[in-house]
């Protein structure tokens, strides 16, 4: 049966970026000379992942440091899955990206005007600068939202979602829309598309990702043939307070940095034995203690103990931590606070190149919606803002010089028929999230794995599609189109390596030192295919 779908409002630009967190506007603001740039979100212009960012940006601008440990560090986290050149890409353009957010407008915090360092897990030296002491995503956004949202070369559309990107002869000439709240179709024609749509925290019950983290732009570059790559590995953050409700709120990895550890509920100090690196041992390794630990003691959180960190430091450091427990009714300098593991940042995504070039002609990719493995299989606490920085600016330095739109494409562009919208029933995403935090969380297994990989395809198999939809609903199914390849990946990827862990494969094996990368078939199923990883010489 043939779907009458409305035509949509045209709208033409010369750079189309979607997605407002720090690697979607930092490209934007770049582009300004080149063009009008069109800033698509689906929310607020500040509502992004980047937004709730606490510890702040890795980098290594300090004299004791250099690029050079910063990789290392970086390498290790990453347990034999990053891509060397990626790393060195990441840390070498690291120091002039960061100060180039400061000729933004970033304020970073200082003392007798010297920039302050702060410490997080895994990280050799202090080399985490941070702002408002643990508000440093918000003063990012701040920094940069107000100067796109004045800039006469950018148009900001909010509350607009993306359904699909726009293909004509194997280029990726736009993008179509929906206008929120009526979800009216809305279509922007560009010679040059960047997705920096974030991750897809929301897949999981349990999650410090705010509720736009829906895997969009993965799922739209996946429905227009893109390859995706890492899908399993998706990092769960230690600390999260518990409490009801989603999202979590997190309590920083820095708080740890600065001396705060984890007990059991009957006070034992657990990590030190399990660690050389103890409480601030590597995230992954952090997250599975807990998970080890709640499960022996019979209780759904461990606990965190504030008390080594001195009180003054404390208020500096995290106003905002300190604000918000307060706020919930907890009294830090007495008792110590309820935490668990949640997701946090998802290491797969888009594959790109090191200059953000996807599949597609036409289109880019930055930030957490990418994956060319600069994280490997688990992301180095506060690299991630870095990453949106350093390919941010690689992608508005590659985008100019792309091919223009032929007369006779922009024509095709503007005249096709819009495809229908893929939508799920919204009941779906609950049963979703519940189903991979219990079958695809910290800990998976083939058993599972296998249960939920029957249950998600059937309902992928089941997506409808429609003249137009909610958000709500395209979100459940761009949802369900990412849950499953993650699922397919964790179930394929037979050891346990970084943020990946089997319960039934717990050694790590030499043999997956790959990389999986993920096409989809005629059905729309994934075939997998492997990148081999080379010696990074760690
Ligand atoms: C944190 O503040 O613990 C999170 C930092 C990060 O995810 O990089």
């Known amino acids: 049966m043939l779907l009458e779908v409305p035509r949509p409002n045209i709208r033409e630009f010369d750079f189309i970026v979607i997605g407002s967190g720090v690697a979607g506007l930092f490209t934007a603001l770049h ?23 606490q510890g702040g940006i890795a980098v290594a601008l300090h004299e004791d440091d250099n690029p050079r440990d910063h990789e290392r560090d970086t390498l290790i ?11 060195r890409t990441l840390t070498v353009e690291g120091p002039d990206s960061v100060r180039e957010l400061m000729r933004l407008g970033m304020r970073f915090d200082r003392s007798a005007g010297e920039l302050v360092y702060g410490r997080e897990a895994a990280h050799g030296v202090r080399r985490i600068l941070h702002a408002s002491g643990d508000e440093t995503g ?20 909010e509350h607009t979602l993306l359904t699909d990107l726009l293909v004509v002869e194997g280029r990726c000439v736009g993008v179509d829309a929906l206008a929120l709240p009526d979800s009216e179709r809305v279509r922007f024609v560009a010679p040059v598309t ?31 043939g893109c390859r995706l790559r890492d899908m399993e590995f998706v990092q769960f953050h230690p600390t999260a307070l518990f409490h009801e409700g989603s999202p979590k709120f997190l309590i920083s990895e820095a708080m740890r940095g600065e001396g705060a550890i ?12 399990l660690h050389p690196q103890g409480d601030l041992a590597p995230r992954d390794i952090v997250a599975r203690a807990v998970v080890a630990q709640m499960r022996k003691d019979g209780t759904d959180h461990v606990l965190l103990d504030f008390s080594p960190i001195p009180r003054e430091r404390f208020l500096s450091r995290f106003p905002g931590i300190v604000g918000e427990l307060a706020h919930r009714g907890f009294d830090i300098y007495q008792e110590r606070i309820p935490v668990c593991p949640a997701a946090h940042y998802f290491m797969g995504g888009v594959a790109t190149d090191i200059s953000t070039r996807t599949d597609l002609p036409g289109l880019l990719a930055v930030g957490e919606c990418t994956s060319l493995g600069v994280h490997g299989a688990n992301r180095l606490a506060s690299n991630s803002l870095l990453d949106g920085l350093v390919f941010g600016l690689r992608a508005a330095n590659l985008a100019p010089r792309l091919p ?73 199914a761009n949802l369900l189109t990412v849950s499953r390849l993650i699922i397919e990946g964790a179930l394929a990827r037979t050891e346990s390596r970084g943020a990946h862990f089997r319960t039934d494969y717990p050694e790590i094996d030499d043999t997956w030192r790959r990389a999986q990368v993920y096409q989809a078939d005629a059905d729309g199923g994934p075939v997998i295919t492997y990148i081999d990883i080379a010696d990074d010489g760690v």
């Open 404 to 476: 223009k739109l032929s007369y006779e494409l922009l024509g095709v562009a503007t005249q096709m028929t819009p495809p229908p919208v893929r939508c799920a029933p919204v009941a779906v995403h609950g049963h979703l999230r519940r189903l991979m935090q219990d079958y695809a969380g910290v800990e998976r297994d083939g058993e599972s794995l296998a249960e939920a990989q029957q249950v998600v395809g059937d309902w992928c198999r089941q997506l409808a599609t429609v003249p137009s939809a909610s958000r709500s609903e395209v979100e459940a």
């Open 138 to 157: 918000h003063e990012v956004e701040r920094a940069l939202s107000r100067r796109t949202a004045v800039h006469p070369a950018i148009e900001v559309f």
């Open 77 to 87: 986290a990453g347990a034999g899955l990053c891509d060397l050149e990626a790393v």
């Open 31 to 53: 582009l300004t000379d080149h063009g009008k740039v069109a800033v698509i979100t689906k929310d607020r212009l500040t509502e992004s992942n980047t937004e709730y960012a």
């Open 194 to 224: 960047i997705l920096a749509t974030g991750g897809l925290g929301q897949a999981y019950s349990i999650t410090t990702n705010p509720l736009v983290t829906t895997g969009d732009g993965m799922a739209a570059a996946w429905r227009a």
């Open 262 to 273: 984890l007990r059991s509920e009957d006070g034992e100090h657990f990590m030190p034995a």
